[in-house]
């Protein structure tokens, strides 16, 4: 009789410790569980603020050269597509003197576009007002000669007879080649507020002055618009603007010395057989907005890793890659 309520006792106990051992072996899993859990919420909380980080917002306002313009408001496009959609990159083409001067005013512009380099009383008026300016390559331009598409005479000018033209050396076409119609030749150009026209003038005409009743104009959708229009037309402009415009002006060749070369992008170069008509083109960055404002410096980064990538789809000749790289450099070293 007691050997039985021994044994029945000794089963009991060994049921009860089955079945806490089952018991804890439950919580201790949901325990896991509930750790693992955390754990994880926790791993995703720090992504989600890693991601969160790299979100900018804001803007970035660019106002400056309409030859550069088709460059940087593509940038800008993949940047707010791509990039940063919560940035606001404001593209605009006063032209570059007139960018300048929006540039260079408290509260100014990010970016100022530049179809030529800084002048000395730009930099002395940054300077005065305490904007630290960084110059950035960022394309090359082949300026182009433009006429009418049904002009079928002047396909190929010499250097000299270009400088000639508006200078007012010839005033009919017959006075270049007797040949020639004997019809008035009518020059057009974009005007003072342009690098294009400086670097028209200081160096294809080496500061000699525009004559004549050439018609300058402030858009280069304009100058477009009358040399189709204009049978006797001949004007000057960015090759971008060409380039996109081949259906309503042609390019003139130009001869410097050997046969005639017609701008495109492999003749483009500052050793290239353009080279006496490829120039620089630039955007200027103000420094202090761009160690101030993330969204700035986080945009001129992007453009120097970008630009040679578009540069060829809307009309330049991209940098070398050795400059561009130690450009953006430059500018990662401002943080």
């Known amino acids: 009789m ?91 083409r006063a032209g570059t003197s007139a960018g300048f001067e929006k540039f260079l005013a408290e509260d100014g512009t990010d970016f100022n576009d530049a179809s030529r380099q800084i002048k000395e009383e730009e930099q002395a008026k940054a300077d005065e007002l305490g904007i ?38 010839y005033t009919n076409w017959s006075d270049i080649n007797p040949e020639w119609p004997e019809e008035k030749i009518q020059t057009y150009g974009p005007n003072e507020n342009h690098g294009t026209y400086e670097f028209f003038y200081e160096t294809i005409l080496e500061e000699q002055d525009l004559v004549g009743d050439i018609n300058l104009q402030q858009e280069y959708s304009t100058l477009v618009k009358l040399v189709s229009e204009d049978k006797n037309a001949i004007g000057f402009f960015g090759f971008g603007y060409y380039d996109s415009n081949k259906e309503k002006v042609q390019a003139v060749g130009i001869d410097f010395g050997e046969d005639a070369v017609i701008p495109s992008l492999d003749t483009i170069g500052e050793e290239g057989p353009y080279a006496n008509f490829t120039r620089p083109v630039f955007t200027y960055l103000n420094v202090n907005n761009a160690k101030e404002k993330a969204q700035v410096f986080d945009y001129a980064t992007y453009v120097l890793e970008s630009m040679n990538d578009f540069a060829g789809e809307t009309g330049f000749a991209p940098i070398p890659e050795e400059e561009a790289t130690a450009q953006l450099e430059e500018v990662q070293a401002l943080q």
């Open 2 to 92: 007691n050997f039985k309520k021994y044994l029945m006792f000794l089963i009991v106990a060994a049921l009860a410790f089955f079945l806490v051992a089952c018991g804890g072996g439950a919580e201790g899993e949901e325990n896991t569980e509930e750790s693992a859990e955390e754990n994880t919420s926790g791993e995703g909380a720090e992504e989600e603020t890693d991601e969160a980080s790299d979100e900018l917002e804001g803007k970035v306002l660019i106002d400056g050269s309409g030859t550069v313009y088709p460059l940087m408001s593509r940038l800008a496009e993949e940047y707010m597509i791509n990039e940063q959609p919560n940035v606001s990159v404001e593209v605009s």
């Open 132 to 169: 630290d300016v960084m110059e950035l390559k960022v394309a090359l331009d082949g300026l182009t000669i433009v006429v009418n598409p049904d002009n079928d005479w002047a396909t190929e000018l010499t250097e000299e007879q270009v400088v000639d033209i508006f200078l007012g050396e």
